[in-house]
Every structure is written in structure tokens, then in C-alpha cells.
């Protein structure tokens, strides 16, 4: 039986649902991964946006860095930001991962400071609610075709929190 997360919503996060949640989650979370939004701004909104179609959704994302971030899909269900991708082998990631949607493009980051502290704290909380959560990972890593979240977001980020970072571009 799979170990559920502690808490659904995290505490201290605004709250808007994406459009699309997937299937509750039936085994342990193990595995963080990072995207950033060509879109730029809005990504909470479009993700919430019921007139744009595409099939998908982030666990947390932000409109901007200036703004919160928002937590669109409760911890114990799929959100559906991984696809087909695999990381070391395994497919089904969006069963087995939290994704954290940034506005992109990351490599354009105004004010590295604050957006450090913005997603460790987040990343933090995610690990409180699933303490079987042992990686972190850029979704350059899980899928070849993309390059996000791009080098504003660089591994030293996440230095000192207890995860294995995998950051570096997928070769496989």
C-alpha cells in the first residue's frame, strides 16, 4: 500500500485548480521534476483556463515571480505535466511525481534571490507532505526535446535539502 501524502494542500499556497487532474495517486511520490513555462507569465492562470484545451496541469505554478505561487492539484492526485517522458528507465511519472510549473523562460530571472527562496520553500513543503520524495529533477532531464527549466534555475538551488538533484540535460 502506498504511503499518502501527509496533507492534500499546502499550507500557506493560494489555491487555484488547474483544468485537468488526473487519477488519484496510488503509490509513493518519489520524484519532484521542474518545468518552465514558454508561455511566460500567466501559467496558474493558463492552466486553470478552461478555454485553452491542452491536456495539462501542475501541482503548483505562478503567474509571475513577483506573485505566490498557487497550488493547482491536491497532493494525492496525478497532475499531468510528465506525458510519456521516462527518467532512469521508468515511465508513469506523472503517478510517481510532483511537478512544479515556473514562469519561464527561467534563463530570463530578475530577481534570482527571491526566486530561490520561493521555490525551496515550496520544494520544502512538498517533502514534509511526502517524505518518501528523494529527487528533484529538470524536465530537461525526463524528456529530450525540452531544455526547461533552463540555466536561470541552476542545481545549487536546492543544495542542502536532503534530495539527490538531477540536473543536468538528458543524454539518453
Not at 511537478?99 to 530577481?111: D, W
Not at 530537461?140 to 526547461?148: E, H, L, M, P
Request: charged content about 20%; hydrophobic content about 40%; some cysteine.
Amino acid at each position: 500500500m502506498a504511503n499518502l501524502p501527509l496533507m492534500e494542500w499546502l499550507p500557506g499556497l493560494r489555491r487555484l485548480d488547474a483544468k485537468f487532474v488526473g487519477q488519484p495517486l496510488t503509490g509513493d511520490v518519489d520524484l519532484i521534476i521542474v518545468h518552465s513555462g514558454a508561455l511566460g507569465a500567466h501559467v496558474a492562470r493558463y492552466l486553470h483556463d478552461p478555454a485553452d484545451d491542452r491536456y495539462v496541469s501542475a501541482h503548483v505554478s505562478w503567474d509571475s515571480w513577483e506573485g505566490p505561487p498557487y497550488q493547482q492539484v491536491s497532493l494525492a492526485h496525478e497532475a499531468m505535466h510528465a506525458g510519456g517522458s521516462r527518467f532512469r528507465g521508468q515511465g508513469g511519472l506523472n503517478g510517481r511525481s510532483y511537478g512544479i510549473e515556473l514562469p519561464g523562460p527561467a534563463s530570463a530571472l530578475e530577481r534570482p534571490d527571491i526566486q530561490r527562496v520561493q521555490l525551496r520553500a515550496v520544494v520544502r513543503l512538498m517533502c514534509t507532505a511526502a517524505p518518501t520524495i528523494t529527487t528533484i529533477t529538470a524536465h530537461q532531464w525526463i524528456d529530450r526535446r525540452k531544455r526547461d527549466p533552463g540555466p536561470g534555475v541552476p542545481a545549487a538551488w536546492f543544495d542542502g535539502l536532503e534530495l539527490e538533484v538531477v540536473w543536468r540535460p538528458c543524454r539518453d
